[in-house]
Structures are given as C-alpha cells and as structure tokens.
C-alpha cells in the first residue's frame, strides 16, 4: 500500500489474466474459474485503490505544507537581510 499502488497492482493484475487467457488447454470451465479470480480479486482491488487515494492525497497534503515551511523560512531570511542591510546604514 502506497501513493500510486493500485496502479501496479491492476497492471500485474492484467498480466496474471493475460497469461492465463493465453495458457493453451485449461478446460472447458477456464472463463468460470477466470471470473471466480477476478470476482475475488475485486475487493482487494477496491481496497488497494482505497488506500491508494487516501496515502495520495496525505502526500499532496505533506507536499502542500512542505512548500509553505519553506516559503515562511524564506520569507524569514528575506526579513532578516532586511533588517541587516538597515541596520548597516
């Protein structure tokens, strides 16, 4: 579980379906047992992709409040050679 899982998951998800589909001589029942898989899989699916918004958007979030840290100390520094450069006159 992590910021953009869900989409290696569907990917190796889509390979593993991809490789059975095109696995010769699996019997009459291969697209039943295929739809069981997928059918199981399904809720993992959604709880990965769950996850997978909500650690996105707390990164966004992390992100947002990183940048705006380092523009007060930015601002901070600009105040500070200010008051510097005053105080030399």
Same mark, same amino acid.
């Given at each position: 579980?992590?910021?953009?899982?869900?989409?290696?998951?569907?990917?190796?998800?889509? %390979?593993?379906?991809?490789?059975?589909?095109?696995?010769?001589?699996?019997?009459?029942?291969?697209?039943?047992?295929? *739809?069981? +898989?997928? !059918? *199981? !899989?399904?809720? =993992?699916? %959604?709880?990965? =992709? !769950?996850?997978?918004?909500? =650690?996105? @958007?707390?990164?966004?979030?992390?992100?947002?409040? @990183?940048? =705006?840290?380092?523009? @007060?100390? +930015?601002?901070?520094?600009?105040?500070?050679?200010?008051? *510097?450069?005053?105080? !030399?006159?």
């Amino acid at each position: 579980m992590r910021p953009g899982g869900y989409a290696d998951y569907k990917a190796q998800l889509d %390979s593993i379906i991809q490789t059975y589909r095109d696995t010769p001589g699996k019997g009459i029942q291969a697209e039943q047992a295929l *739809e069981i +898989f997928m !059918k *199981e !899989k399904n809720d =993992l699916g %959604s709880s990965i =992709l !769950k996850a997978d918004k909500n =650690l996105t @958007e707390k990164e966004r979030q992390l992100k947002e409040k @990183e940048a =705006l840290v380092e523009m @007060e100390r +930015f601002k901070a520094e600009v105040a500070k050679r200010e008051q *510097e450069e005053i105080a !030399k006159r």
